[in-house]
Protein backbone atom coordinates (compact mmCIF):
# COMPACT_ATOMS: atom_id res chain seq x y z
CA UNK A 1 0.00 0.00 0.00
CA UNK A 2 1.43 3.77 -0.85
CA UNK A 3 2.08 5.40 2.63
CA UNK A 4 1.47 8.87 3.06
CA UNK A 5 4.38 11.61 3.57
CA UNK A 6 4.70 12.27 7.04
CA UNK A 7 3.93 15.67 7.80
CA UNK A 8 6.72 18.48 9.33
CA UNK A 9 5.34 19.76 12.74
CA UNK A 10 4.74 23.56 12.68
CA UNK A 11 4.29 26.32 15.01
CA UNK A 12 0.77 27.63 14.90
CA UNK A 13 0.11 30.81 13.11
CA UNK A 14 -1.57 32.86 16.01
CA UNK A 15 2.39 31.78 17.69
CA UNK A 16 4.18 32.68 14.51
CA UNK A 17 3.19 35.82 13.69
CA UNK A 18 4.68 37.43 17.28
CA UNK A 19 8.33 36.89 16.89
CA UNK A 20 11.22 35.17 15.34
CA UNK A 21 10.90 31.75 16.71
CA UNK A 22 11.62 29.25 14.36
CA UNK A 23 8.32 27.87 12.07
CA UNK A 24 9.60 24.34 11.38
CA UNK A 25 9.38 22.41 14.03
CA UNK A 26 11.40 18.93 12.66
CA UNK A 27 10.69 15.54 12.87
CA UNK A 28 10.29 13.29 15.84
CA UNK A 29 12.13 9.79 15.77
CA UNK A 30 8.37 7.92 15.25
CA UNK A 31 8.25 10.18 12.30
CA UNK A 32 11.59 10.23 10.86
CA UNK A 33 11.43 6.43 11.07
CA UNK A 34 8.16 6.26 9.19
CA UNK A 35 9.42 8.81 6.84
CA UNK A 36 12.25 6.94 5.88
CA UNK A 37 10.69 4.27 5.91
CA UNK A 38 8.79 5.45 2.36
CA UNK A 39 12.07 5.32 0.60
CA UNK A 40 12.73 2.75 -2.00
CA UNK A 41 15.79 2.41 -1.71
CA UNK A 42 16.03 2.29 -5.55
CA UNK A 43 18.95 0.32 -7.55
CA UNK A 44 20.30 3.61 -9.27
CA UNK A 45 19.02 6.21 -6.98
CA UNK A 46 18.64 9.61 -8.88
CA UNK A 47 18.56 11.72 -5.81
CA UNK A 48 22.11 11.70 -5.23
CA UNK A 49 22.85 13.02 -8.40
CA UNK A 50 20.20 15.85 -7.46
CA UNK A 51 22.53 17.11 -4.25
CA UNK A 52 25.25 19.54 -5.62
CA UNK A 53 27.58 18.00 -2.82
CA UNK A 54 26.86 14.42 -3.83
CA UNK A 55 25.03 13.16 -0.13
CA UNK A 56 24.58 8.96 -0.26
CA UNK A 57 21.32 9.55 0.36
CA UNK A 58 19.95 6.00 -0.09
CA UNK A 59 22.80 4.88 2.45
CA UNK A 60 21.55 7.73 4.95
CA UNK A 61 18.04 7.36 4.82
CA UNK A 62 18.69 3.72 4.85
CA UNK A 63 20.82 3.96 8.30
CA UNK A 64 17.71 6.09 9.90
CA UNK A 65 15.67 2.80 9.16
CA UNK A 66 17.50 1.21 11.39
CA UNK A 67 18.13 3.18 14.10
CA UNK A 68 21.47 3.54 13.44
CA UNK A 69 21.40 7.79 13.18
CA UNK A 70 25.47 7.63 14.41
CA UNK A 71 26.29 6.30 11.21
CA UNK A 72 23.59 8.37 9.41
CA UNK A 73 24.81 11.77 10.71
CA UNK A 74 28.45 10.82 9.90
CA UNK A 75 27.50 9.83 6.23
CA UNK A 76 25.92 13.07 5.60
CA UNK A 77 28.97 14.87 6.96
CA UNK A 78 31.17 12.80 4.38
CA UNK A 79 30.11 15.51 2.13
CA UNK A 80 28.09 18.26 3.65
CA UNK A 81 29.83 20.56 6.63
CA UNK A 82 26.39 21.99 7.50
CA UNK A 83 23.37 18.90 7.90
CA UNK A 84 21.25 21.01 10.69
CA UNK A 85 21.52 24.14 8.06
CA UNK A 86 20.87 22.62 5.03
CA UNK A 87 18.31 20.31 6.09
CA UNK A 88 16.47 23.77 7.28
CA UNK A 89 16.92 26.10 3.97
CA UNK A 90 18.06 24.04 0.95
CA UNK A 91 15.36 24.26 -1.81
CA UNK A 92 15.22 20.60 -2.42
CA UNK A 93 12.21 20.69 -4.23
CA UNK A 94 14.26 21.58 -6.80
CA UNK A 95 17.25 19.52 -5.97
CA UNK A 96 17.30 15.71 -4.29
CA UNK A 97 13.50 15.80 -3.83
CA UNK A 98 12.27 16.81 -7.17
CA UNK A 99 15.34 13.90 -8.96
CA UNK A 100 13.09 11.35 -6.27
CA UNK A 101 11.61 8.61 -8.56
CA UNK A 102 8.04 9.56 -6.21
CA UNK A 103 8.12 12.78 -8.31
CA UNK A 104 6.18 13.17 -11.32
CA UNK A 105 8.07 13.01 -14.58
CA UNK A 106 7.54 16.77 -16.01
CA UNK A 107 6.86 19.01 -12.54
CA UNK A 108 8.51 21.62 -12.48
CA UNK A 109 9.64 21.29 -9.06
CA UNK A 110 9.20 18.34 -6.49
CA UNK A 111 5.81 16.32 -6.09
CA UNK A 112 4.76 16.18 -2.07
CA UNK A 113 4.61 12.67 -2.41
CA UNK A 114 8.75 12.90 -2.96
CA UNK A 115 10.80 11.49 0.35
CA UNK A 116 11.32 14.61 2.35
CA UNK A 117 14.81 14.59 2.29
CA UNK A 118 15.83 17.46 3.85
CA UNK A 119 13.82 16.75 6.74
CA UNK A 120 15.55 13.55 7.43
CA UNK A 121 18.55 15.23 6.88
CA UNK A 122 18.00 17.73 9.71
CA UNK A 123 16.29 15.21 11.96
CA UNK A 124 20.24 13.83 11.72
CA UNK A 125 21.61 16.96 11.73
CA UNK A 126 20.06 17.51 14.65
CA UNK A 127 20.91 14.36 16.60
CA UNK A 128 24.71 14.97 15.81
CA UNK A 129 24.33 18.20 17.38
CA UNK A 130 22.35 17.09 20.63
CA UNK A 131 24.76 14.00 20.88
CA UNK A 132 27.89 16.17 20.14
CA UNK A 133 29.08 14.04 17.46
CA UNK A 134 32.13 15.23 15.55
CA UNK A 135 33.00 14.43 11.93
CA UNK A 136 36.77 12.98 11.67
CA UNK A 137 39.99 15.05 10.92
CA UNK A 138 41.80 13.56 8.02
CA UNK A 139 45.07 15.71 9.12
CA UNK A 140 48.01 15.72 6.77
CA UNK A 141 51.41 16.97 9.43
CA UNK A 142 52.78 18.30 5.47
CA UNK A 143 49.93 19.96 5.13
CA UNK A 144 50.29 21.91 8.27
CA UNK A 145 53.12 23.72 7.66
CA UNK A 146 50.54 26.06 4.93
CA UNK A 147 48.61 28.63 5.77
CA UNK A 148 45.69 29.70 3.66
CA UNK A 149 43.52 32.97 4.19
CA UNK A 150 40.06 32.61 3.65
CA UNK A 151 38.23 35.84 2.19
CA UNK A 152 34.24 36.06 3.62
CA UNK A 153 32.28 33.70 6.19
CA UNK A 154 29.28 32.57 4.61
CA UNK A 155 28.45 29.53 3.10
CA UNK A 156 31.27 29.24 1.23
CA UNK A 157 33.96 30.53 2.69
CA UNK A 158 33.01 28.77 5.60
CA UNK A 159 32.44 25.59 3.80
CA UNK A 160 36.25 25.98 2.74
CA UNK A 161 38.07 27.17 5.47
CA UNK A 162 36.06 23.52 7.25
CA UNK A 163 37.62 21.19 4.32
CA UNK A 164 40.83 22.46 4.57
CA UNK A 165 40.99 22.27 8.61
CA UNK A 166 40.19 18.79 8.36
CA UNK A 167 43.18 18.61 6.37
CA UNK A 168 45.53 20.03 8.89
CA UNK A 169 45.93 23.12 7.07
CA UNK A 170 45.95 26.14 9.19
CA UNK A 171 43.20 28.61 7.81
CA UNK A 172 42.29 31.71 8.63
CA UNK A 173 38.48 33.73 7.76
CA UNK A 174 38.39 37.23 7.25
CA UNK A 175 34.95 39.03 7.70
CA UNK A 176 33.74 42.15 6.77
CA UNK A 177 30.92 42.59 8.92
CA UNK A 178 31.13 42.22 12.54
CA UNK A 179 29.80 38.99 13.24
CA UNK A 180 29.81 35.96 11.00
CA UNK A 181 27.76 33.55 8.59
CA UNK A 182 27.24 35.79 5.57
CA UNK A 183 23.43 35.74 4.27
CA UNK A 184 22.74 32.62 6.81
CA UNK A 185 23.30 36.08 9.39
CA UNK A 186 22.01 38.68 7.95
CA UNK A 187 19.67 37.25 5.14
CA UNK A 188 17.85 34.69 6.57
CA UNK A 189 15.65 35.25 9.38
CA UNK A 190 15.83 33.24 12.77
CA UNK A 191 12.22 31.83 12.06
CA UNK A 192 13.78 29.83 9.65
CA UNK A 193 17.30 29.36 11.09
CA UNK A 194 17.56 29.40 14.44
CA UNK A 195 20.98 31.23 15.25
CA UNK A 196 21.99 28.81 17.74
CA UNK A 197 22.07 26.32 14.76
CA UNK A 198 24.03 28.89 12.93
CA UNK A 199 26.60 28.98 15.84
CA UNK A 200 26.73 25.68 16.19
CA UNK A 201 27.88 24.96 12.90
CA UNK A 202 30.42 27.59 13.28
CA UNK A 203 31.64 26.84 16.45
CA UNK A 204 32.74 23.80 14.99
CA UNK A 205 35.01 24.62 12.66
CA UNK A 206 36.95 27.03 15.37
CA UNK A 207 37.07 23.46 17.34
CA UNK A 208 39.02 22.29 14.15
CA UNK A 209 41.25 25.22 14.49
CA UNK A 210 40.52 28.03 12.00
CA UNK A 211 40.90 31.37 13.11
CA UNK A 212 38.27 33.82 12.46
CA UNK A 213 38.56 37.84 12.59
CA UNK A 214 35.79 39.89 11.84
CA UNK A 215 35.39 43.42 10.76
CA UNK A 216 37.85 43.04 8.58
CA UNK A 217 38.00 43.90 4.67
CA UNK A 218 40.15 42.26 2.22
CA UNK A 219 40.61 45.15 -0.02
CA UNK A 220 40.71 47.71 1.82
CA UNK A 221 42.15 46.67 5.44
CA UNK A 222 44.83 44.50 3.44
CA UNK A 223 44.91 43.28 0.01
CA UNK A 224 45.38 40.18 -1.24
CA UNK A 225 49.42 40.79 -2.27
CA UNK A 226 50.01 41.61 1.51
CA UNK A 227 48.35 38.42 2.78
CA UNK A 228 50.81 36.57 0.37
CA UNK A 229 53.53 38.88 1.66
CA UNK A 230 52.67 37.60 4.70
CA UNK A 231 53.11 33.88 4.40
CA UNK A 232 50.05 32.82 3.10
CA UNK A 233 50.05 30.07 -0.04
CA UNK A 234 46.67 30.61 -0.94
CA UNK A 235 43.82 32.63 -0.78
CA UNK A 236 39.67 31.42 -1.49
CA UNK A 237 37.46 34.13 -1.93
CA UNK A 238 33.59 33.24 -1.12
CA UNK A 239 33.10 37.16 -1.26
CA UNK A 240 29.03 36.52 -1.94
CA UNK A 241 26.45 38.45 -4.28
CA UNK A 242 26.01 41.54 -1.66
CA UNK A 243 25.08 44.26 -4.10
CA UNK A 244 21.20 44.83 -4.00
CA UNK A 245 19.91 45.07 -7.57
CA UNK A 246 16.94 47.78 -8.16
CA UNK A 247 14.26 47.97 -10.82
CA UNK A 248 15.04 51.48 -12.10
CA UNK A 249 12.02 53.30 -12.07
CA UNK A 250 11.28 56.88 -10.98
CA UNK A 251 10.96 57.16 -7.94
CA UNK A 252 12.24 54.01 -6.58
CA UNK A 253 14.79 56.63 -3.74
CA UNK A 254 12.01 58.20 -2.10
CA UNK A 255 12.20 57.70 1.55
CA UNK A 256 10.74 54.22 3.24
CA UNK A 257 12.01 52.04 0.14
CA UNK A 258 14.56 49.52 1.14
CA UNK A 259 16.51 47.25 -0.66
CA UNK A 260 15.93 43.54 0.63
CA UNK A 261 19.30 43.37 1.59
CA UNK A 262 19.03 46.54 3.99
CA UNK A 263 15.84 46.05 5.38
CA UNK A 264 17.19 42.40 6.19
CA UNK A 265 20.17 43.42 7.68
CA UNK A 266 18.65 46.07 9.71
CA UNK A 267 16.47 43.59 11.11
CA UNK A 268 18.24 39.99 11.69
CA UNK A 269 22.23 41.39 12.18
CA UNK A 270 21.18 45.24 14.11
CA UNK A 271 18.28 43.91 16.00
CA UNK A 272 16.13 47.12 14.75
CA UNK A 273 13.14 45.41 16.00
CA UNK A 274 14.22 46.16 19.46
CA UNK A 275 14.83 49.59 18.88
CA UNK A 276 15.79 51.71 20.64
CA UNK A 277 17.73 49.02 22.72
CA UNK A 278 19.67 48.50 19.92
CA UNK A 279 20.36 51.41 18.38
CA UNK A 280 19.35 50.74 14.24
CA UNK A 281 16.06 51.98 13.24
CA UNK A 282 13.43 50.41 11.06
CA UNK A 283 10.27 52.28 9.48
CA UNK A 284 7.36 50.14 9.65
CA UNK A 285 4.38 50.71 6.64
CA UNK A 286 1.13 50.38 7.38
CA UNK A 287 0.59 48.72 4.01
CA UNK A 288 4.22 47.41 3.08
CA UNK A 289 4.60 45.96 -0.25
CA UNK A 290 7.67 44.03 -1.31
CA UNK A 291 8.11 43.22 -4.72
CA UNK A 292 10.08 40.28 -6.26
CA UNK A 293 9.25 36.10 -6.10
CA UNK A 294 12.39 34.76 -4.40
CA UNK A 295 13.69 33.87 -1.04
CA UNK A 296 14.73 37.01 -0.30
CA UNK A 297 11.05 37.84 -1.15
CA UNK A 298 9.48 36.02 0.75
CA UNK A 299 11.65 36.76 4.27
CA UNK A 300 11.34 40.16 3.38
CA UNK A 301 7.61 39.87 3.09
CA UNK A 302 7.45 37.48 6.69
CA UNK A 303 9.73 39.78 8.46
CA UNK A 304 7.61 42.74 7.56
CA UNK A 305 4.33 41.37 8.25
CA UNK A 306 5.67 40.25 12.10
CA UNK A 307 7.31 43.90 12.49
CA UNK A 308 3.92 45.12 12.11
CA UNK A 309 1.98 42.52 14.13
CA UNK A 310 4.58 42.87 17.23
CA UNK A 311 3.62 46.81 17.08
CA UNK A 312 0.42 46.49 17.04
CA UNK A 313 -0.56 47.01 13.51
CA UNK A 314 -2.49 44.94 11.58
CA UNK A 315 -0.61 43.38 9.09
CA UNK A 316 -1.25 44.42 5.40
CA UNK A 317 1.93 43.33 3.61
CA UNK A 318 1.76 42.43 -0.64
CA UNK A 319 4.06 40.18 -2.50
CA UNK A 320 3.97 41.80 -5.82
CA UNK A 321 5.38 39.55 -8.59
CA UNK A 322 5.60 40.23 -12.45
CA UNK A 323 4.88 36.49 -12.79
CA UNK A 324 2.84 33.71 -11.92
CA UNK A 325 2.97 31.41 -8.58
CA UNK A 326 4.59 28.79 -10.46
CA UNK A 327 7.34 30.38 -11.98
CA UNK A 328 8.06 31.58 -8.19
CA UNK A 329 11.78 30.51 -7.57
CA UNK A 330 11.39 30.77 -4.04
CA UNK A 331 11.20 27.79 -2.14
CA UNK A 332 7.80 26.22 -1.88
CA UNK A 333 7.22 25.84 1.53
CA UNK A 334 8.50 29.83 2.14
CA UNK A 335 5.39 30.50 -0.13
CA UNK A 336 2.93 28.78 1.77
CA UNK A 337 4.22 29.85 4.95
CA UNK A 338 4.43 33.21 3.94
CA UNK A 339 0.34 32.75 2.89
CA UNK A 340 -0.68 31.07 6.09
CA UNK A 341 0.90 34.00 8.18
CA UNK A 342 -1.34 36.76 5.75
CA UNK A 343 0.97 37.95 3.54
CA UNK A 344 -1.08 38.95 0.44
CA UNK A 345 -0.03 38.12 -3.29
CA UNK A 346 -0.47 40.46 -5.91
CA UNK A 347 0.62 38.54 -9.43
CA UNK A 348 1.13 39.43 -12.53
CA UNK A 349 2.46 43.15 -11.59
CA UNK A 350 5.13 45.16 -12.90
CA UNK A 351 5.65 48.22 -10.78
CA UNK A 352 6.58 51.42 -13.11
CA UNK A 353 6.57 54.10 -10.61
CA UNK A 354 6.53 54.89 -6.72
CA UNK A 355 4.90 58.60 -5.94
CA UNK A 356 5.48 60.37 -2.80
CA UNK A 357 4.30 63.33 -0.68
CA UNK A 358 5.69 66.81 -0.29
CA UNK A 359 7.67 65.53 2.59
CA UNK A 360 9.68 62.78 0.37
CA UNK A 361 7.70 59.91 2.09
CA UNK A 362 6.53 56.87 -0.27
CA UNK A 363 2.86 56.74 -0.79
CA UNK A 364 2.12 54.74 -3.47
CA UNK A 365 3.15 52.64 -6.70
CA UNK A 366 1.78 52.84 -9.91
CA UNK A 367 1.86 49.37 -11.58
CA UNK A 368 0.61 47.45 -14.61
CA UNK A 369 -1.07 44.12 -15.17
CA UNK A 370 1.11 41.92 -17.11
CA UNK A 371 0.12 38.69 -19.32
CA UNK A 372 2.62 35.45 -19.27
CA UNK A 373 4.75 35.24 -22.87
CA UNK A 374 7.14 33.13 -24.33
CA UNK A 375 9.50 31.25 -22.12
CA UNK A 376 12.98 33.56 -21.60
CA UNK A 377 16.51 32.04 -21.26
CA UNK A 378 15.50 31.03 -17.68
CA UNK A 379 12.81 28.95 -19.47
CA UNK A 380 10.57 30.53 -17.62
CA UNK A 381 7.51 32.56 -19.04
CA UNK A 382 8.16 36.06 -19.34
CA UNK A 383 5.99 38.81 -18.12
CA UNK A 384 4.85 40.89 -20.64
CA UNK A 385 2.91 44.65 -19.62
CA UNK A 386 -0.46 45.39 -21.16
CA UNK A 387 -0.48 49.09 -22.32
CA UNK A 388 -3.19 50.94 -20.55
CA UNK A 389 -3.69 48.08 -17.56
CA UNK A 390 -2.36 50.93 -14.83
CA UNK A 391 -3.44 50.67 -11.26
CA UNK A 392 -2.27 52.33 -8.27
CA UNK A 393 -1.53 50.39 -4.99
CA UNK A 394 -1.59 52.14 -1.89
CA UNK A 395 2.28 51.69 0.30
CA UNK A 396 3.77 53.90 2.63
CA UNK A 397 6.76 51.26 2.57
CA UNK A 398 8.17 49.50 0.19
CA UNK A 399 11.20 46.37 -0.16
CA UNK A 400 12.85 45.64 -3.53
CA UNK A 401 13.94 42.24 -3.55
CA UNK A 402 14.51 42.03 -7.48
CA UNK A 403 17.98 40.50 -6.89
CA UNK A 404 21.94 40.54 -5.74
CA UNK A 405 24.95 41.33 -7.65
CA UNK A 406 28.56 40.79 -7.45
CA UNK A 407 30.44 42.14 -4.17
CA UNK A 408 32.89 43.90 -6.11
CA UNK A 409 35.02 45.54 -2.94
CA UNK A 410 37.94 43.31 -3.44
CA UNK A 411 38.24 42.87 -7.37
CA UNK A 412 37.57 46.32 -8.14
CA UNK A 413 41.28 46.85 -6.50
CA UNK A 414 42.89 43.42 -7.48
CA UNK A 415 43.38 43.74 -11.44
CA UNK A 416 44.59 40.15 -11.40
CA UNK A 417 41.28 39.04 -10.85
CA UNK A 418 39.36 38.32 -13.60
CA UNK A 419 36.12 39.30 -14.03
CA UNK A 420 32.42 39.21 -16.51
CA UNK A 421 30.39 41.72 -17.18
CA UNK A 422 28.58 41.31 -14.46
CA UNK A 423 31.21 41.64 -11.57
CA UNK A 424 31.47 38.05 -10.75
CA UNK A 425 34.96 36.05 -10.62
CA UNK A 426 35.97 34.11 -13.67
CA UNK A 427 37.40 30.76 -12.53
CA UNK A 428 38.21 27.62 -14.23
CA UNK A 429 35.50 25.30 -13.34
CA UNK A 430 37.08 22.04 -12.66
CA UNK A 431 39.28 23.96 -9.60
CA UNK A 432 37.79 26.65 -9.27
CA UNK A 433 40.67 28.68 -9.18
CA UNK A 434 40.48 32.31 -10.43
CA UNK A 435 42.78 34.02 -12.94
CA UNK A 436 45.43 34.96 -9.97
CA UNK A 437 47.71 32.20 -9.28
CA UNK A 438 46.86 30.59 -5.84
CA UNK A 439 43.20 32.12 -5.54
CA UNK A 440 40.23 29.97 -5.67
CA UNK A 441 37.00 31.39 -5.41
CA UNK A 442 33.54 29.66 -5.11
CA UNK A 443 30.15 30.90 -3.83
CA UNK A 444 28.04 33.64 -5.16
CA UNK A 445 30.82 35.55 -6.18
CA UNK A 446 30.90 32.96 -9.07
CA UNK A 447 27.68 33.00 -11.45
CA UNK A 448 25.87 35.02 -9.46
CA UNK A 449 23.02 34.35 -6.81
CA UNK A 450 22.45 30.54 -5.95
CA UNK A 451 21.93 28.72 -2.88
CA UNK A 452 23.88 27.50 -0.12
CA UNK A 453 24.12 23.87 -1.28
CA UNK A 454 25.84 25.39 -4.73
CA UNK A 455 28.15 27.39 -2.85
CA UNK A 456 29.33 24.75 -0.60
CA UNK A 457 29.54 22.60 -3.91
CA UNK A 458 32.21 25.13 -5.14
CA UNK A 459 34.50 25.41 -1.98
CA UNK A 460 34.47 21.72 -1.76
CA UNK A 461 35.78 21.39 -5.54
CA UNK A 462 38.09 24.62 -4.28
CA UNK A 463 39.30 22.67 -1.39
CA UNK A 464 40.20 20.23 -3.18
CA UNK A 465 42.24 21.95 -6.17
CA UNK A 466 43.72 23.91 -2.90
CA UNK A 467 45.08 21.41 -1.01
CA UNK A 468 46.89 19.94 -4.56
CA UNK A 469 48.05 23.41 -5.11
CA UNK A 470 49.86 23.24 -1.85
CA UNK A 471 51.27 19.61 -2.45
CA UNK A 472 52.49 20.33 -5.46
C1 LIG B 1 17.40 36.75 2.02
C2 LIG B 1 18.00 35.55 1.35
C3 LIG B 1 17.43 34.32 1.56
C4 LIG B 1 17.98 33.19 0.98
N1 LIG B 1 17.41 31.96 1.22
C5 LIG B 1 18.01 30.84 0.75
C6 LIG B 1 17.48 29.56 1.05
O1 LIG B 1 16.46 29.42 1.70
N2 LIG B 1 18.14 28.46 0.59
C7 LIG B 1 19.29 28.58 -0.15
O2 LIG B 1 19.88 27.55 -0.51
N3 LIG B 1 19.80 29.79 -0.48
C8 LIG B 1 19.19 30.92 -0.05
N4 LIG B 1 19.71 32.15 -0.37
C9 LIG B 1 20.94 32.21 -1.19
C10 LIG B 1 22.17 31.88 -0.33
O3 LIG B 1 22.08 32.52 0.91
C11 LIG B 1 23.45 32.26 -1.04
O4 LIG B 1 23.50 31.51 -2.23
C12 LIG B 1 24.67 31.95 -0.18
O5 LIG B 1 24.64 32.64 1.04
C13 LIG B 1 25.97 32.30 -0.91
O6 LIG B 1 27.04 32.09 -0.04
P1 LIG B 1 28.40 32.91 -0.18
O7 LIG B 1 29.28 32.39 0.90
O8 LIG B 1 28.87 32.83 -1.57
O9 LIG B 1 28.02 34.43 0.06
P2 LIG B 1 27.45 35.24 1.30
O10 LIG B 1 26.54 34.43 2.12
O11 LIG B 1 26.91 36.49 0.69
O12 LIG B 1 28.73 35.60 2.18
C14 LIG B 1 29.75 36.44 1.69
C15 LIG B 1 30.47 37.05 2.87
O13 LIG B 1 31.68 37.65 2.40
C16 LIG B 1 31.88 38.88 3.09
N5 LIG B 1 32.77 39.70 2.26
C17 LIG B 1 32.54 40.14 1.00
N6 LIG B 1 33.61 40.83 0.56
C18 LIG B 1 34.53 40.82 1.55
C19 LIG B 1 35.85 41.35 1.69
N7 LIG B 1 36.42 42.05 0.69
N8 LIG B 1 36.52 41.14 2.86
C20 LIG B 1 35.95 40.44 3.88
N9 LIG B 1 34.70 39.92 3.80
C21 LIG B 1 34.01 40.09 2.65
C22 LIG B 1 30.47 39.42 3.24
O14 LIG B 1 30.40 40.38 4.29
C23 LIG B 1 29.68 38.15 3.56
O15 LIG B 1 29.63 37.90 4.94
C24 LIG B 1 19.15 33.31 0.17
C25 LIG B 1 19.71 34.56 -0.08
C26 LIG B 1 19.14 35.68 0.52
C27 LIG B 1 19.77 37.03 0.27
Known sequence: MKKEPVKIKELAVDQRIN??????LGYSEEEALEEAGRCLQCKNPACIAGCPVGIDIKKFIYQITKKDYIAAYLTIREKNNFPSLCGRICP???QCRKACILTKKGAPFASPEAINIHFLERFAGDYGMREGL???ANRNEDLSRFKVAVVGSGPAGLCCAGELAR?????????????TGGVLRYGIPALRLPRDILDFEINYLSKLGVEIVTNFIIGRAKTLDELFKEGYAAAFLGLGAGIPSFMGVPGENLCNIYSANEFLTRVNLMCA?????????VSIGKHIVVIGGGNTAMDSSRVALRLQKMNGMEPDTTIVYRRTEVEMPARRLEIEHAKEEGVKFKFLVKPEEFMGNDLGLVEKMRSLECKLGEPDSSGRKRPVAIAGSDFQIPCDMAVIAVGLKANQVLTKVTPELKTDEYGDLEVNPQTMETSMRGVFAGGDIVGGEGTIIEAMGMSKIAARAITDYLKS
Open 92 to 94: AEY
Open 167 to 179: KGIKVKVFEGLHK
Open 273 to 281: YKFPQFHTP
Open 19 to 24: GFQEVV
Open 134 to 136: EAG
